[in-house]
């Protein structure tokens, strides 16, 4: 079981509090009308599965109700760092 | 015949206090200090249980955890059984009940036995995948048969009577094992000034101080080990956790510790006292010292009862004076079972001979055994063992240096005990649980803990330092370092003296060789829980099951309750052999969570019961209590379902509700239905971008009825949003969908619109809702409301919500309707709920003023087609799919979510399945919900599907059953023919027709 810093919160808390919402850094296009079906369907369906580190958002659900960014690695199950919304990850895969 | 192997004097036991207790229906006496198992040598029992597979008599070999064999079914009552407990680790109380677990009519005399004597060669690995596979219908009958000879052990029939706790802990340190080093470990580290808590599995500390007669520093161990404890038990900051098992080492230093508080007192938890506690523990620094298991040797009939683990006999004669057995031979690669032997030999037993696989083993414990006149055979093994019940006798054969062929003659000698030591094996498991892999290590002879990112220091044996000595250095030295990486100053703790005895050189042996081939020797045991054979491994290996992975699954080699502690080492060493490898190349052996066994009582805690999952109530509960309701679960709320009359079956009870609703009033109590608050200057824009429709010029003081959906364009929930004010609005959801949909709003906020200035409360359980219904509603109304307010047809017309006083207490009422009939749904402050509840009543019995529950409230929305999300939609239907198309603005600036996602060429394509209503041509047939329509109900079968029945109700107002459901095109398919093959061969003929099937023109509730 993680245990997780929220950011907002500051401090750490179980895993228990909070839910992972999937792949981080997954833009909405700004203009949905114009996209191909190919480009929409990439951006509704298609994640990665990465063997390392993986960006995800995770809402601190029983908590502050907050979303934000974790860098975690998926074979050992490190959390690498943890950022705001709307901030850039500074652990990135090589 | 009383405890006659017990010895006069010694060990850790109370001659003073003999305890009674019972196994497999006979009485027997044992003392206080003794475990199950100790108590049962002493008594001379040697047959424990039966083999799982080849059904042999087994006895118990071993003294710890890593025991395979004794295992138990405990209980003195029906609702007090426990499987599986192992009788090495059950402290013996007065009155305990136990029984073999495996054993079919009775352990002495087993019907299977006859397989395992004579179908020894019938049975190799697979075999159960082999035969009992086909034909594929029978498997549940052989499995059953399986089972109750195999005898996995019963879980109880009654309720569990016994209180269990979870506790969540935060430590600094936590130190696994109380033996030499971890014991230090802790003394350090609590000297330091940390918050330690010090775990062991056993009644007491000291590990394997327990079972030796060593001094420290030129005291007993007892002693010093009372002396340590004491120390720590005063310490403030430590916690001392004896009977506690660290079960589980989880990520980020997250431990499980099951700490049994009762079981070595009573059947049941006497008082009422909390019979087990399981702590979640999360640490700052582990320290594992968690010592190591003796290896036994795979050889020749080494199962027969009598065969034993070296160490544990040292443990029964030193902790439980226990002598199992009157004649001993020792096989051995180390010097350090040679106590065993001087043990046996100092209690006064005759020791036949110690075989030693080394060609010339020196050392001082050898030395000492030859000092007593012990024989001692080099450059020999035992390659076979007589005796069925019993061992009787052994055979002893010379043997090459590397230990891989039988190099002499064949003599026998006889002996009831074969003590057998291959080394030690590093008790690593918890450093695997978290995924670090374990390192092979050729001085050691076994596995040590590999890298990791826990956390986690080691001390002592698990590093494979066996002497005490070393496991007190360590021991300090992980403590220091614990204290050192919590910035804790350093401190003074004394090295205990010791007195060394320095031991020859190990030989890496593992399988005895045999002067037939391993296919043709006697069987020679690897596994015992499972009856894994070495000839089995190297018959898996030949069959190309090459991985130790595979190997293990096709042999189930270390996939009983012991998890293969004693066998899974051995088991690779003879896959290396018969694939030419080296162990490491092998692969690598990993244990998972958990160590042990852990009862579900440990775990469920007090969350069972009343206490397994919060209860939602509205205001207005107990109320329905009181009337007679019957409740259903929607989400954690309990809802009425329907309120029953005396006498009346459910039918009959919603046909009345129905009724009255559409004839007169009914009411119901919606306060479930989930709301959110909704503020802020772009709450509109948001409410845009999030719903299909528009609201853009949704004037306050109006309602306005949205579909939520996905990007993908499906349906998730829907509901009715009011404007409250320019900038404030209230968003009712499905009752289970609440907390979804407001993850869902905080979603797109946060991660996608941050610029926008709106927030989200939820406001469900502030208010009480409570909708009336039918053409009377507005005369009830008026009755409770000041005489100034005008709710009449034009002046609170259909989709208005007004602020007013009903009851005198301040309410939003909404004039919106989900039965198509004239209907409010006024909103009081919750605490109001009852107040106003009862009032309408007070007013409604002139009107017949009916309650009705959410059964009622399905057929009459259902009547008029209406849908419920998540029952007529499943994430696979558009709003055009329930021809819902009105509720979609395409036109609206911002591309709302869902809307780019419905244009996709599958959602557009023809043929999609879409909502109709579904008229049975005999209109007393209701149709299952789930019942799959086919066009022609002659196509042969498979029959192509075109949709499912959503929703089919018996309509008492219409005199017909009313069913909503998917057809493929079924919009266009208005008038044609569909049909429902049922599971029981019935055909139901229907006709598809329009979902509204009660006033389509929507005049009902526009008066």
Redesign the interface.
Known sequence: ???IYCPYCGEHR?EEEF?N?GQAHI??PA???S?S?EE??N??FFRKNPRGLHHE?W?H?AGC???FNVTR?T?????KEVYK??EQPKVVAE | MSQKNRLQNGGRIDRSQPLTFTYNGKKFEGFAGDTLASALLANGVDIIGRSFKYSRPRGIVAAGAEEPNAIMQLGATEATQVPNVRATQQELFSGLVSGSTNGWPSVDNDVMGLVGKFGGKMMPPGFYYKTFMYPQSMWETYEKVIRKAAGLGRSPNEYDPDIYDKVNQHADVVVVGAGPSGLIAALTAARGGARVIIADEQNEFGGSLLSSKESIDGKAAHAWIADVVKELEANDNVMVLPRSTVNGY?????LTIHERLTDHIADRAPNGQVRQRYHRV?TKWVILATGAHERPLVFGNNDVPGCMVANAISTYINRYGVVPGKELVLMTTNDNAYHTAIDWHDAGRKVQAIVDTRQNPEGELVKAARDRGITVIAGSAVIDVHGGKRVNGVSVASINEDGSKITGSVKKLSADTVASSGGWSPVIHLSCH??SKPVWNEDVLGFLPGKT?QKQLTAGAINGTFNTAGAFEEGKKAGLEALSNLDLNAVEVAIPATIDVKESKAMALFHVPHTKPTSQAPKQFVDYQNDVTAAGIELACREGFESIEHVKRYTAMGFGTDQGKLGNINGMAVAAKILNKSIPETGTTIFRPNYTPITFGAIAGRDCGALFDPERYSAMHKWHLEHGAKFEDVGQWKRPWYFPKAGESMQQSLDRECLATRESIGILDASTLGKIDIQGKDAREFLGRIYSNAWAKLPVGKCRYGLMLK??GMVFDDGVTSCLAENHFLMTTTSGGAATVL?WL??YH???W?ELEVYFTSVTDHWATMTISGPNSRKLLEELIDSDVDVSKDSFKFMDWKPMTVAGVPARVFRISFTGELSFEINVQANYGMHVWKKLFEHGEKYNLTPYGTETMHILRAEKGFIIAGQDTDGSVHPYDLGMGWAVSMNKPF?FIG???MQ??DCVRAERKQMVGIKTIDPNVVLPEGAQGVFDPTAPIPMPMVGHVSSSYWSACLGRSVALGFVKGGLDKMGEKVYYPLVDGRIVEAEICSPIFLDPKGERQNV
């Open positions: 079981m993680f245990y179980e839910h919402q833009e909405r203009d949905p009308d996209c079906d929409w369907g951006y509704m958002i809402v659900a109700r907050k979303f690695h074979v050992t199950y490190e959390i919304m709307g | 989880h990520d980020h230093n997250f999360r978290t995924g990112v990007e993908d993850n905080e979603l946060q991660t996608e941050p591309s809307k780019r996602g996709r060429e």
